[in-house]
T-cell receptor, first 113, second 113 residues
Framework: KAGVTQTPRYLIKTRGQQVTLSCSPI?????VSWYQQTPGQGLQFLFE???????NKGNFPGRFSGRQFSNSRSEMNVSTLELGDSALYLC????????????FGSGTRLTVV | SQQGEEDPQALSIQEGENATMNCSYK?????LQWYRQNSGRGLVHLIL?????REKHSGRLRVTLDTSKKSSSLLITASRAADTASYFC?????????????FGKGITLSVRP
C-alpha cells in the first residue's frame, strides 16, 4: 500500500511569506503528526491531529498551524516566515497513535531566505 | 525539549560486526521506539517496545528496555553497509492521551565495507 506522501519535497520562500505543506497519510490511518527537524534542535513535535481534531500541540508559536480533513489528509501552515523556520518538516501517520509505531513521509525541505 | 539521549553520538564499525546503541530517558513512558533515518530523509520505524516488555527482536535487531534505569539499547547484529544511517530513540509518555514522540538527538552509525 502507498506510504505517507508529503508535498512539495522542496520549497524556497522569502522571509515574511507564508507556506502550506501537505501530507497524505497511509489509507486507514487516522492520526497525523508533524515534526520539525533542524541540526540545532533535532526533531521537535509540532502537533497531532486525530479524526480532524488537534489532539496535541508542541511548543511552537502561533505562526505554526495545521488542520486535518475528513479524508485524514493534513496540512500545516507557517505564516510570517523567519529564517529560523528553515528545516525539514516531517509528517507521520499512525492507525491510532500512542500504542503504535508511526510511518513517516520523506519530508518537505523548507528554506527561508 | 529532548527526552531521549542516545549514546554514543557516533559509531563506526566494520561490516559484519555488531552495533550497540544506547538511549536514556527521563520520565515514565508508555513505550519506546527506535527509528532509522538515511541522509535527511524520512524516518523508518524499526521497533516498538512497551513499558511492560524487557526485550524484543525483529530480524537482526534486538531491543532491550530497563524501566528502572530509564534506558534502552538497540543491537544490530552482523551489520551491513546499508545499515549506515542515523538512529533515533523516541519515547511516548505515559500521561493520558499524549501520543507525541519525543526524540533524542540521534546516533550516526557508519558501517565500513
Amino acid at each position: 500500500k502507498a506510504g505517507v506522501t508529503q508535498t512539495p519535497r522542496y520549497l524556497i520562500k522569502t522571509r515574511g511569506q507564508q507556506v502550506t505543506l501537505s501530507c497524505s497519510p497511509i489509507s486507514g490511518h487516522r492520526s497525523v503528526s508533524w515534526y520539525q527537524q533542524t541540526p540545532g534542535q533535532g526533531l521537535q513535535f509540532l502537533f497531532e491531529y486525530f479524526s480532524e481534531t488537534q489532539r496535541n500541540k508542541g511548543n511552537f508559536p502561533g505562526r505554526f498551524s495545521g488542520r486535518q480533513f475528513s479524508n485524514s489528509r493534513s496540512e500545516m501552515n507557517v505564516s510570517t516566515l523567519e529564517l529560523g523556520d528553515s528545516a525539514l518538516y516531517l509528517c507521520a501517520s499512525s492507525w491510532a497513535g500512542k500504542n503504535y509505531g508511526y510511518t513517516f513521509g520523506s519530508g518537505t525541505r523548507l528554506t527561508v531566505v | 525539549s529532548q527526552q531521549g539521549e542516545e549514546d554514543p553520538q557516533a559509531l563506526s564499525i566494520q561490516e559484519g560486526e555488531n552495533a550497540t546503541m544506547n538511549c536514556s530517558y527521563k520520565t515514565s513512558i508508555n513505550n519506546l521506539q527506535w527509528y532509522r533515518q538515511n541522509s535527511g530523509r524520512g524516518l523508518v520505524h524499526l521497533i516498538l517496545i512497551r513499558s511492560n516488555e524487557r526485550e524484543k527482536h525483529s530480524g537482526r535487531l534486538r531491543v532491550t528496555l530497563d524501566t528502572s534505569k530509564k534506558s534502552s539499547s538497540l543491537l544490530i547484529t552482523a551489520s551491513r553497509a546499508a545499515d549506515t544511517a542515523s538512529y533515533f530513540c523516541a519515547t511516548v509518555s505515559l500521561a493520558g492521551a499524549n501520543s507525541k514522540l519525543t526524540f533524542g538527538k540521534g546516533i550516526t552509525l557508519s558501517v565500513r565495507p
